[in-house]
């Protein structure tokens, strides 16, 4: 992705379309890509443990990651002009197979984009279908869609475990009013933004999954608005929710808001962010100590910037040799057998998906390995 679409005021009659081009994001239109190598941005340098076969046909957009009961970690990408999903052997990269067809019905996709595992189940959500396809794993097996009659232009999502035993999902939705005269897509004005996350509640009850409609919010002030959201991550521990605002016109950031959906005035990285503010994540500890992992998505080097879980303080950034351009990102926390301390995966511009060794980030930035002491 590149640049954001112009500013919210444009004249009605740039208004051309109801829908966005299919094959165009919202934040993608024509410009200089911004450059690593020429924003002066201090980092570190840390070398990627592996990127994994490159397919640009795909169009790789998001990566998520499951360990199976065996042992293996299975590393899922979405293929957006692919049928559906990639599957990596996560510790080795290698490509194990591609999973689904095109199409509307279950097994099929149309535009993947986000992806995200909670417990033995993959969500994938799908842009052109204008839903939330669940898979089980490891069969995957169609269980469940939702969203249908609410999202528009879907993206990212984020699960969090209820104490109720359901989970809640969070799923920012980019619908748009229009395009300009030269195909760039143009966000609603800020009354109409309250709907840029919609909520849905998912029960699991052995093999059978239901979801429903919860509700959805989206602050419609202009310094806590979202014109064209992607990504989003939560952290119970501290009520918050960050999602990134890829509107470059604007400022491209995170926004800080509650769990409940209430902007809580804040955005993360306003400034800093030189490129475009896409993937998020948080490695996470029991007392609520951690990291926010964040992207910047350089055309030639994508730069990760980190920050303290608690005091979202900036503690420092970096990039690796190779990954580039990246839209989403995972952090595979738990050990796996190459990565005994856990694992970073970031897609590589559209085309495969690279692995930063947990370790390797925290020598470079002088991070904790783990939560508990060494």
Not at 94 to 123: C, I, M, Y
Not at 223 to 252: F, H, K, M, Q
Not at 279 to 290: I, K, M, R, Y
Not at 354 to 372: E, M, Y
Request: glycine share 10%.
């Amino acid at each position: 992705m590149r640049h954001s679409p112009l500013a919210l005021a444009l004249p009605a009659l740039l208004l051309v379309a109801c829908a966005s081009t299919p094959d165009r994001e919202p934040d993608e239109t024509d410009g200089a890509d911004p450059l690593l190598s020429q924003s002066g941005e201090p980092h570190a340098n840390v070398t990627e443990a592996f990127v994994t076969a490159l397919t640009p046909k795909d169009n790789i957009d998001s990566p998520a990651s499951w360990r199976a009961p065996d042992g293996k970690t299975w590393l899922f990408a979405t293929a957006k002009e692919g049928k559906g999903l990639v599957l990596y052997d996560g510790d080795t990269g290698a490509t194990l197979r591609s999973v689904g067809t095109e199409g509307g019905r279950p097994g099929q996709f149309k535009r993947a984009n986000g992806v995200a595992v909670s417990g033995d189940h993959l969500f994938v959500v799908e842009r052109d279908n204008r839903r939330v396809q669940v898979l089980s794993l490891p069969s995957l097996a169609t269980v469940a869609t939702f969203g249908e009659a609410e999202l528009q232009q879907p993206y990212g999502l984020f699960i969090r475990e209820l104490a109720s035993g359901e989970r809640e999902v969070l799923v920012t939705d980019a619908y748009m009013v229009g395009e300009d005269a030269n195909g760039d897509d143009i966000p609603p004005p800020l009354a109409e933004l309250g709907r840029r996350v919609q909520r849905y509640l998912v029960h699991v009850d052995g093999e059978a999954v239901s979801a429903v409609n919860s509700g959805a919010f989206g602050d419609t002030t202009a310094a806590g608005a979202i014109r064209v959201p992607e990504s989003l991550w939560g952290d119970v521990a501290n009520d918050r929710l960050l999602v990134s605002e890829e509107d470059v016109a604007t400022g491209t950031a995170y926004r800080e808001y509650t769990l409940a959906g209430e902007f809580r005035g804040n955005t993360i990285g306003l400034g800093r962010f030189k490129a475009q503010a896409e993937g998020v994540t948080l490695w996470s500890c029991a007392d609520g100590s951690g990291y926010w992992l964040t992207t910047d998505q350089f055309k030639d080097r994508s730069l990760f910037h980190v920050f303290d879980r608690k005091t979202l303080a900036h503690l420092g950034a970096f990039a690796g040799k190779t990954v580039a351009n990246t839209d989403g990102v995972w952090l595979q926390q738990a050990g796996t057998t190459r990565f005994p301390h856990g694992v970073f995966y970031a897609v590589h511009d559209d085309m495969g998906v690279g692995a930063f060794d947990w370790r390797d980030i925290a020598a470079a930035l002088n991070l904790r390995v783990s939560c508990t002491p060494d």
